[in-house]
């Protein structure tokens, strides 16, 4: 049985747009400076003996864009304002907003049961309300064991964040005090789930205290996977004293974690060595859109994925990667079996995804 302690964390993701009536009025503006240069709107250069020219639909189409992300920088819009000068309030209509249960944590859990068909029970803390019991059903759905769920009455840990028209994060703000509730104690409630499992996953959400007192209690009769989510979480590892057996970090996230710049070949291999002083038998690092560097002992290496993604949006590959990794390590294997089946659920997870600039 595997065992996941962490988050769950329901993300808000908000992508203001621009007020119609807003960029109806930025086109009779542009009309209006080409009669003011001269040029008809029909496309006709009156100051140049008729000389056809570019029409003015086709002008305000190739340069809407551009202009609109101008008036958003300039607060040209409605009402000009801290979120980039469209009022949220005008932009309601046009405002896209997605809700979704997530965090690094509550994800890898999901995943090991529904992907991986693995038993599995979750340690967490949510709110006695909708976005609680929401992901519970969603969890329970998945086939994960809620057992190890405390509910308290406190909110379920929510992420806000504001996107601008180009897609840039504008705005951001998470309440996760029911993280702090993770506490020691709560551990040793769920000790009977605890002792069961061979294989514990917990994420950077968990607090350093109640991170080294799983490591002082159960890194000698499960293999300990660490996978940072964030780094906050990366800072929370330096910060503690687990021993584990295998950390799953992102580049930024292992700079966080190591103390360390993690940028060429070299410094990826000075990480790793880092790692593995501190104790980790197995490391993985992420490249994002680049792959992954493995280390076990004196084996490593790069593992680079057959279709590279420059401007594609990754966001949730890491959390599928570490669950097949999770899924695949036996203890027998080499890592680089294990990475490469990480390697390839992410791939699956992002065939689809559109290699192109937000913007």
């Given at each position: 049985?595997i065992?996941?302690v962490?988050?769950?964390?329901v993300?808000?993701d908000?992508?203001?747009?621009p007020?119609k009536?807003?960029?109806?009025?930025?086109?009779?503006?542009?009309?209006e400076?080409?009669r003011q240069?001269?040029?008809d709107?029909?496309?006709n250069?009156?100051?140049?003996?008729?000389?056809?020219?570019e029409g003015?639909?086709?002008?305000?189409?190739?340069?809407m864009?551009q202009?609109?992300?101008?008036?958003?920088?300039?607060?040209?819009?409605a009402g000009g304002?801290?979120?980039?000068?469209?009022?949220?309030v005008?932009?309601?209509?046009?405002t896209?907003?997605?809700?979704?249960?997530?965090?690094?944590?509550y994800n890898?859990?999901?995943?090991l049961?529904?992907?991986h068909?693995?038993e599995v029970?979750?340690?967490?803390?949510?709110g006695d309300?909708?976005?609680?019991?929401?992901a519970?059903?969603?969890?329970e759905?998945?086939?994960?064991?809620?057992?190890?769920?405390k509910?308290?009455?406190?909110?379920?840990?929510v992420?806000?964040?504001i996107?601008n028209?180009?897609?840039?994060?504008?705005?951001?703000r998470?309440?996760?005090?029911?993280?702090?509730?993770?506490t020691p104690?709560?551990?040793?409630?769920?000790?009977?789930?605890?002792?069961?499992?061979?294989?514990?996953?917990?994420?950077g959400?968990v607090?350093?205290?109640?991170?080294?007192y799983?490591s002082?209690?159960?890194?000698?009769?499960?293999?300990?996977?660490?996978?940072?989510?964030s780094i906050?979480?990366g800072?929370r590892?330096a910060?503690?004293?687990?021993?584990?057996?295998?950390?799953?970090?992102?580049?930024m996230?292992a700079e966080?974690?190591s103390?360390?710049?993690?940028?060429?070949?070299?410094?990826?291999?000075?990480?790793?060595?880092?790692?593995e002083?501190r104790?980790?038998?197995r490391?993985?690092?992420?490249l994002?859109?680049?792959?992954?560097?493995?280390?076990?002992?004196t084996?490593?290496?790069?593992?680079?994925?057959?279709?590279?993604?420059t401007?594609?949006?990754?966001?949730?590959?890491?959390?599928?990667?570490?669950?097949?990794?999770?899924?695949?390590s036996k203890g027998?294997?080499?890592?680089?079996?294990?990475?490469?089946?990480g390697?390839?659920?992410?791939a699956?997870f992002?065939k689809?995804?559109?290699?192109?600039?937000?913007?």
């Amino acid at each position: 049985m595997i065992a996941v302690v962490g988050a769950v964390l329901v993300e808000v993701d908000v992508r203001l747009m621009p007020p119609k009536r807003d960029v109806e009025l930025q086109k009779k503006q542009d009309e209006e400076a080409l009669r003011q240069a001269g040029i008809d709107p029909a496309g006709n250069d009156r100051s140049a003996g008729g000389q056809k020219l570019e029409g003015f639909s086709q002008y305000y189409e190739r340069t809407m864009r551009q202009q609109a992300s101008e008036n958003y920088w300039n607060e040209v819009g409605a009402g000009g304002n801290q979120f980039g000068g469209y009022d949220p309030v005008v932009a309601e209509k046009d405002t896209e907003i997605r809700v979704s249960n997530s965090g690094c944590a509550y994800n890898v859990a999901r995943y090991l049961a529904s992907d991986h068909k693995k038993e599995v029970a979750f340690l967490s803390v949510v709110g006695d309300d909708a976005f609680g019991l929401a992901a519970r059903c969603e969890l329970e759905n998945a086939g994960v064991d809620t057992a190890g769920i405390k509910v308290t009455a406190c909110s379920t840990p929510v992420s806000v964040e504001i996107h601008n028209i180009i897609g840039e994060l504008q705005f951001q703000r998470e309440n996760s005090t029911a993280m702090e509730m993770l506490t020691p104690q709560m551990i040793d409630e769920c000790a009977a789930i605890l002792e069961e499992a061979d294989a514990i996953v917990v994420d950077g959400t968990v607090p350093a205290e109640t991170l080294n007192y799983i490591s002082d209690r159960y890194s000698d009769k499960s293999r300990i996977f660490f996978d940072p989510g964030s780094i906050a979480g990366g800072s929370r590892f330096a910060e503690s004293k687990l021993k584990a057996y295998c950390v799953l970090p992102g580049r930024m996230e292992a700079e966080a974690m190591s103390g360390q710049q993690v940028l060429g070949m070299d410094q990826l291999m000075a990480a790793g060595d880092a790692f593995e002083e501190r104790g980790v038998e197995r490391v993985i690092i992420t490249l994002k859109g680049g792959g992954l560097y493995y280390k076990e002992g004196t084996q490593s290496g790069l593992i680079k994925p057959e279709r590279k993604l420059t401007f594609a949006e990754t966001k949730g590959a890491g959390d599928v990667l570490t669950a097949a990794v999770v899924a695949a390590s036996k203890g027998e294997e080499k890592l680089e079996v294990a990475a490469g089946a990480g390697m390839e659920a992410a791939a699956e997870f992002l065939k689809d995804v559109i290699d192109e600039r937000p913007y």
